[in-house]
């Protein structure tokens, strides 16, 4: 269903403690501002509804390192009863869990809050994009030009799901991985039966895999 983020600002906590607490990794993205759109002068596959590219100022906030699993998706499918999509379980327990929609996404998080005790959330189009990209503009999350050694999407030939973390030299500047290609992740932009997802997935190509590309 793509990343979660944590809501409350927890900038002095210790990453460690929080992956063990979550069951999963977590990467802190400091507070400031960052680029967000694009410019047809730097992108020459920017589309209209990209531009134009501006600075955007966010506070801090801890965003998952990975795309949920389909091992984490059925330890709260489990606790919780939850009924999910019958197709959801079926893939390898390290792959990222497919066939689930927004509000599958957002009962996960609520179940985590539970659970937990910290108020987790999907995150808006602006957080994950900052994620994705850090403050240089950056077109996909390791620079300027598309890299099938770096990603899941259609040049790079797997024509599935890969294993979460398997392309490091994929990741963004603050170390978030699979934000661009593998699977499209849920933010929490959008209106109801519009909402927003980001990153692409296995099938598209270099366009729908740049960091401010979303469907």
Same mark, same amino acid.
């Given at each position: ?13 210790? $990453? ?11 990467? &802190?993205?400091?507070?400031?501002? %960052? +680029? ?9 596959? #920017? ?5 134009? !590219? ?6 801090? &906030? =801890?965003?998952?390192? &990975? ?8 330890? %709260? ?10 197709? #959801? ?7 990222? /869990? ?15 809050? !539970? ?14 994009? !900052? ?10 999350? +390791?620079? $300027? ?5 770096? #990603?899941? *999407? ?12 398997? %392309? ?5 500047? &603050?170390?978030? $991985? ?5 699977? +499209?992740? =849920? ?9 927003? /997802? ?5 099938? *598209? ?11």
């Amino acid at each position: 269903p793509g990343v979660t983020k944590l809501k409350e600002s927890l900038d002095q906590a210790d $990453a460690d403690s929080l992956e063990r607490l979550l069951g999963l990794p977590v990467v &802190y993205v400091p507070p400031g501002p %960052f +680029w967000m759109g694009s410019n047809k002068g730097e992108d020459l596959e #920017a589309d209209d509804y990209e531009v134009p !590219k501006h600075q955007v100022t966010l506070p801090g &906030y =801890w965003i998952a390192r &990975y795309p949920v699993t389909v091992a984490q998706f059925r330890t %709260f499918v489990e606790a919780e009863g939850y009924k999910a999509h019958k197709d #959801a379980l079926k893939g390898p327990d390290d792959h990222p /869990v497919v066939y689930v929609g927004w509000d599958d996404a957002l009962a996960y998080c609520r179940w985590q809050s !539970k659970r937990t005790g910290l108020r987790l959330t999907l995150p808006s189009e602006a957080e994950w994009e !900052k994620a994705a990209r850090g403050t240089d503009g950056r077109i996909y999350p +390791w620079g $300027a030009a598309p890299d099938p050694d770096r #990603a899941n *999407y259609d040049a790079t030939g797997i024509g599935t799901t890969s294993t979460v973390g398997c %392309f490091p030299g994929g990741a963004s500047p &603050y170390g978030v $991985a699979e934000l661009s290609g593998n699977v +499209w992740e =849920w933010t929490s932009g959008g209106e109801i039966d519009l909402r927003v /997802v980001r990153g692409a997935a296995f099938i *598209y190509d270099e366009w729908g895999s740049r960091c401010v590309a979303h469907s």
